[in-house]
């Protein structure tokens, strides 16, 4: 939520799309604008005179802060794409926006008009930054490049180069602020900080930060020593469970995103399928991404790793590229799905276990595979479920004729979770899908649901959104009563990875907000009237 001091003033834009001016001193509200569109670009001016907002029809509305009525609207007709980036500048006179159509405009705030039109050429614009003293801003680009533009007479002046991913975040020091006095600071989604001279676009010092956005698979060793958690761009990141420090970080697997990843449960094995000429953008509020690839897409063969040595394993699988992959919950398979067919193989004897056919139908999200590897399922685009037995992959597939947004089974190999429309279902694995299955009320929400069981087979955890989308929630429910335990909060996008240490005493979650959160399981497994 973007906030300004003006004075003895408050003012704050949220999630749900209001601007409110508040009293800090009795936190009274003063004023509240009409609300606009949440979850868009929005900036301040540098004295906290303006305050910029877009809306979803691309148009900017600038709001006098200490008139609240006055309100000014920017719109081009030519622009009929997202804006994710704003900036004013120092003296409150002009107005730098860029977006997904490759053009950054410059407006005149007090002429009220647009004067500049900008190409920057197949590339969104995720970020720009105005200097201090007005003379040059900055645009930070889904190609990785950074432009330094002359603002008064618009040119380009230079491009900085050195980031591995998108840039999502520009700002400029201020002049004696510190040994960076002037400089340019930039965010990516590699991970990184960098600091640059504006005049030679010279790059300074890089700071290394952890994470880049987009937790996409975690799991344990199995002595409870490390957490292994991969994100976005394919970097593992391999943690220390004692001083909760990052030990080292696996690189082999670096693209420009990882279409599908994978651990072994024992977290030795990495295995991934990456893309690089693919730009990833989150929006720079609120939820969702937009993606970017041309005829220049590389797809990458599929690559496994021993973390623990750094040695690649080789096998069948380098001469595949996949949408999807698993491992086995015993650590001895792999599983891929293509355009046409589900492979499975050995992976230590390379042995190709079962081929299945899955004809003209197209699959979603990921691969499941049930603890005794029996049962493989994967979800349709119009959310119905396929199970198939591997023993047998020329027999026809199970079907359920609901819509299904998630699916787990339970290590004990009895049960099966199903969450279809508000509810999940609890069926007995045996018997399904013609059994009574038990029915739990969830109200959970999202385009990623993740679902699974406590190592006892006891308990059912499941994340989404909650009631309003920038609800992020966990829930805990009782398998055998029914009984909803406790809701869980912490993460600020959707979960998209859950993992138990292979003691049962640490629940890991990692998000799309770059995060990994772990949870002491012994205290919120507990019944809320119990809890410490």
């Known amino acids: ?40 670009a929005v900036t301040f001016s540098p004295t906290g005179k303006y305050i910029a907002v877009t809306d979803i029809q691309h148009k900017i509305h600038i709001y006098d802060t200490s008139l609240s009525d006055k309100h000014i609207i920017f719109q081009d007709d030519e622009l009929k794409n997202d804006i994710f980036a704003l900036a ?47 003379k040059i801003f900055a645009s930070g680009h889904a190609n990785k490049e950074i432009i330094l533009w002359d603002l008064a007479n618009p040119k380009k002046l230079r491009t900085l180069n050195g980031h591995k991913n998108t840039v999502n975040a520009l700002t400029f020091s201020p002049e004696g602020a510190s040994k960076y006095s002037g400089c340019l600071a930039s965010g990516s989604l590699d991970g990184t900080i960098r600091f640059w001279n504006p005049d030679t676009g010279e790059e300074l010092v890089t700071f290394a930060t952890g994470h880049a956005k987009w937790i996409k698979a975690i799991a344990f060793s199995e002595n409870g020593s490390t957490l292994v958690s991969a994100n976005m761009n394919g970097t593992v990141d391999v943690w220390s469970l004692n001083g909760y420090q990052e030990i080292f970080a696996f690189t082999n697997g670096v693209s420009d995103y990882v279409s599908s990843v994978a651990f072994t449960n024992d977290a030795k094995r990495f295995v991934c399928q990456g893309l690089n000429n693919y730009s990833f953008t989150f929006k720079p509020y609120g939820f969702g991404y937009t993606t970017d690839a041309d005829d220049s897409l590389e797809i990458l063969p599929i690559r496994m790793w021993d973390i623990t040595t750094g040695e690649e394993v080789l096998g069948p699988w380098n001469d595949h590229s996949c949408d999807l992959l698993a491992f086995s919950p015993d650590k001895e398979k792999l599983a891929i799905y293509g355009s046409e067919n ?30 005794d590897n029996k049962y493989i399922v994967m979800y349709e685009s119009s959310e119905k479920p396929f199970i198939w037995k591997t023993e047998k992959p020329e ?30 279902f609890l069926h007995d694995l045996e018997l399904f899908p ?43 429910w009782d398998v055998e009563t029914g009984e909803e335990i406790r809701t869980l909060s912490g993460h600020t996008e959707l979960i998209e990875s859950l993992a138990f240490s292979h003691d049962g ?6 998000s799309f907000d770059g995060t990994v959160l ?7 497994s507990k019944r809320e009237g119990n809890a410490e």
């Open 1 to 40: 939520m973007p906030w300004f001091f003006l004075g003895n003033t408050l003012i704050s834009y949220d999630n749900s799309g209001r601007i409110i001016y508040w009293n800090i001193n009795n936190g009274d509200i003063l004023s509240e604008l009409a609300k606009v569109d949440p979850n868009q």
């Open 88 to 134: 004013v500048t120092t003296n409150s006179e002009k107005l730098v926006s860029g977006g997904k159509d490759d053009f950054i405009r410059i407006w005149d705030i007090k002429e009220r008009k647009l004067t500049t039109s900008l190409n920057v050429q197949n590339t969104t614009i995720t970020s720009v930054a105005i200097s201090p003293d007005d």
């Open 518 to 524: 772990l949870w002491d399981w012994e205290k919120i």
């Open 342 to 371: 589900v492979l499975g193989w050995n992976i230590d004897s390379a042995e190709e276990l079962f081929d299945i056919s899955t004809e003209e139908l197209y699959f979603i999200e990921n691969i499941v595979m049930s603890p």
């Open 434 to 476: 013609s059994d009574e299955p038990k029915e739990l009320y969830a109200d959970l929400h999202g385009h990623v649901i993740r679902m699974i069981f406590s190592p006892d087979s006891k308990i059912l955890v499941a994340t989404g959104f909650f009631e309003l989308i920038s609800n992020i929630r966990m829930k805990l």
């Open 395 to 424: 027999d026809p597939p199970i079907q359920i004729n609901t819509r299904v947004k998630s699916m787990a089974f339970s290590p004990d190999g009895n049960r099966i979770a199903v969450l279809s429309g508000e509810n999940i």
């Open 505 to 510: 005493k640490i629940l890991a979650s990692g």
